[in-house]
């Protein structure tokens, strides 16, 4: 018991002596303070919003923030406030969802790549390129409206959009890391390939995969936002905050409240992780704050 105990204290020790560096950076701080926050809004959204984000009040229509209704309330008497909130469960649910499905795909087909080599991976990159040619947003704007409005549709296109980027990163790394002599040595061993794919390559290839997606969380937010917002994204009642601006702009100019506090959520989530990705950049490769 008294080992366990010891073990569990040096693992917390190491822990924190880990994580102090990356913490001192006061914009890293700040980036994971505003995450955290976000994360804790959206796991207690019910407990959290005073008043369901879909019931209708029509007498209540526009109206500004008061006690009663902090941010006010929409063109059909929705509460803002309620809905801002429930809307963090939606931009943060899809962002993380597109980041961790496009990540662990572009990481597998990215070593595979690397680790390869030949025609498989001269076809799979010519590809990669020529989806990298086409800017993101334009991409994830066809691919929504090919598919059809809806969110579903839209995390689709999303990681779509995302999977070359990071396919590329992973074949970079496999490629350096398939080089070393512990996978000449685990070769000459008489490992199977994919063996020393999975056991060698793969694991230490996905760190600029991990560095990357800490970014693109932000950036998906944004995107996310950008379709729902043009209506090929989350689609009326769904209280998403890009559809919410979305919505609020026709009523902008008298009744600001419809757009401020839902856009102003946005622009605070991407830089948090935006800020939190950098202070993970800085962290995980020092070569890249050295060359700063």
């Not at 390129?129 to 598919?147: Q, Y």
């Not at 008298?254 to 992780?273: N, P």
Request: aromatic residues 8%; hydrophobic residues 50%.
């Amino acid at each position: 018991m008294t080992n366990s105990a010891n073990s569990a204290i040096s693992h917390g020790r190491g822990l924190v002596s880990r994580i102090g560096p990356l913490m001192s950076n006061p914009l890293t701080a700040a980036g994971v303070a505003i995450v955290l926050i976000m994360a804790i809004v959206a796991i207690f959204a019910p407990v959290i919003a005073p008043y369901d984000p879909l019931v209708i009040d029509i007498r209540g229509r526009l109206l500004p923030p008061s006690a009663a209704h902090w941010f006010g309330t929409d063109e059909v008497g929705r509460d803002v406030f309620s809905r801002v909130i429930y809307g963090s469960r939606l931009s943060l649910g899809v962002s993380f969802t597109v980041v961790l499905i496009a990540g662990v795909i572009g990481a597998m087909i990215g070593c595979f790549a690397g680790f390869e080599g030949g025609l498989i991976e001269s076809v799979i990159m010519r590809i990669v390129d020529i989806m990298l040619s086409i800017p993101g947003l334009v991409m994830a704007m066809a691919l929504s409206a090919a598919l059809g409005p809806s969110l579903e549709n839209a995390l689709i296109a999303l990681v779509v959009v995302l999977v070359p980027s990071y396919i590329r990163l992973a074949r970079g790394q496999a490629r350096s890391v398939k080089g070393n002599a512990y996978v000449d040595a685990a070769r000459l061993s008489g490992l199977s390939r994919w063996h020393i794919l999975r056991k060698h390559v793969a694991p230490n290839s996905v760190q600029p995969v991990i560095i990357q997606s800490s970014v693109d969380l932000g950036n998906v937010i944004l995107v996310a936002a950008a379709l729902s917002f043009l209506g090929l994204g989350a689609q009326p009642p769904e209280p998403e905050w890009g559809a919410l601006v979305g919505t609020g702009r026709n009523y902008f100019l008298d009744h600001w409240w419809c757009v401020v506090f839902a856009g102003g959520a946005i622009v605070l989530t991407a830089i948090g992780f935006n800020l939190l990705g950098d202070g993970l950049r800085d962290f995980l490769d020092p070569r890249h704050s050295e060359g700063r």
